[in-house]
């Protein structure tokens, strides 16, 4: 088991950035792919960025590329989105998952994910 925890999320004025964290514990060993997802009231669940552990392959969803950056510290099992220049439309509970290299990219299959962060932006 692998357990994820997201902090980082609050109330961000429009244009501002923000830096979302994910601490892994537990088997981290099957956490070779991690992720972040966001999804919005009424809306369904988007993909927003995914990162191997060699930290070379990233995957970003299509709108998502330019003011996103993903990254991690495998030393800290941790997994970071950077996102920049905030918009009333990035409001949303962002998840972090981890899973299996599978070499899919962005249609990693995730095994685990977190509870996560509340982000909201104000216009």
């Known amino acids: 088991q692998v357990q994820l925890v997201e902090s980082g999320g609050g109330l961000v004025q429009a244009g501002g950035s923000l830096i979302l964290s994910c601490a892994a514990s537990?088997?981290?060993?099957?956490?070779?792919?991690m992720a972040w997802f966001r999804q919005a009231p009424g809306k369904e669940r988007e993909f927003v960025a995914a990162?191997?552990?060699?930290?070379?392959?990233?995957y970003y969803g299509d709108s998502m590329k330019g003011r996103f950056t993903i990254s991690r510290d495998n030393a800290k099992n941790t997994a970071y989105l950077r996102i920049n220049t905030l918009k009333p439309e990035d409001t949303a509970a962002y998840y972090c998952?981890?899973?299996?290299?599978?070499?899919?990219?962005?249609?990693?299959?995730?095994?685990?994910w977190g509870q996560g962060t509340q982000v909201t932006v104000s216009s």
């Open positions: 990162i191997m552990r060699d930290g070379d392959r990233t």
């Open positions: 537990g088997r981290t060993s099957s956490s070779d792919a």
């Open positions: 998952a981890a899973g299996p290299d599978l070499g899919l990219g962005s249609f990693t299959p995730y095994d685990y």
